[in-house]
């Protein structure tokens, strides 16, 4: 069965310091999304992207995060500096096209900034 | 903006008991619904999702949902829970070519 792939499952980084997540999602996915879920929350949305293009980056604070998805594959989403607030599960999930149901998820990579 | 409530943070039951998990939305028009669930250290699987048609919808594990469009719900229920289904609920709605919007979750706890 595929599946979302995220690296790295665990990250733990100092305050200042520059961090990078990686996603592959299921093949044929065009929609991908970074969500970032706080201990005993819900996923709350950072980015989508249709293919290459963002659709929605509305809740991403763009002065440290980033993210790309250059050739409409995988993706990567960048703090730089992190703070110690940027704690917290970061997933990607994809979905076979916009508003087309069902979103699979990855396992997640557990940030923490010390 | 739509906006989704779950109405229990955390629920204990004994094996055996019967579960109901309300969860509500804010949206008025069309929309998809979504329960996910979260197995302890595992990532977040879809349990159930309701489009159209028959507003009861039936799930993986013995779990199902009705969508009650009058009262903007869509609640969880199994008729008898195990032990293997402690876990973290998540309710999410999604407005067509709109994002999802998840709910705050429901930790469920079954002891045996």
């Known amino acids: 069965e595929a599946e979302v792939a995220q690296s790295p499952r665990y990250k733990i980084t100092e305050k200042s310091q520059a961090v990078a997540f990686w996603c592959d999602p299921i093949s044929g996915h065009a929609t991908l999304y970074w969500y970032r879920q706080i201990l005993g929350q819900g996923p709350e949305l950072l980015v989508q992207f249709q293919d290459e293009s963002v659709v929605d980056d509305s809740q991403l604070p763009k002065d440290r995060f980033s993210a790309e998805r250059l050739k409409g594959v995988d993706s990567t989403l960048k703090i730089q500096p992190a703070e110690l607030g940027d704690s917290a599960m970061y997933l990607c999930a994809s979905s076979l096209r916009q508003g087309a149901g069902e979103q699979y998820f990855g396992p997640g990579t557990r940030l923490t900034v010390t | 903006a739509q906006s989704v409530s779950q109405h229990n943070h955390h629920v204990i039951l004994s094996e055996a008991a019967s579960l109901e998990l309300g969860c509500n939305y804010s949206?008025?028009?069309?929309?998809?619904l979504f329960w996910y669930v979260q197995y302890p250290g595992q990532h977040l699987q879809l349990l159930l999702k309701?489009?159209?048609?028959?507003?009861l919808v039936k799930g993986i594990k013995g779990f199902e949902a009705e969508f009650i469009k009058s009262k903007f719900s869509f609640n969880l229920r199994k008729p008898s829970v195990q032990w293997s289904d402690t876990a973290e609920y998540f309710c999410a709605v999604n407005n067509y070519g709109q994002n999802f919007v998840f709910g705050p979750g429901t930790r469920l706890s079954v002891l045996p």
């Open positions: 949206y008025g028009g069309t929309v998809n």
């Open positions: 309701y489009f159209s048609g028959d507003p």
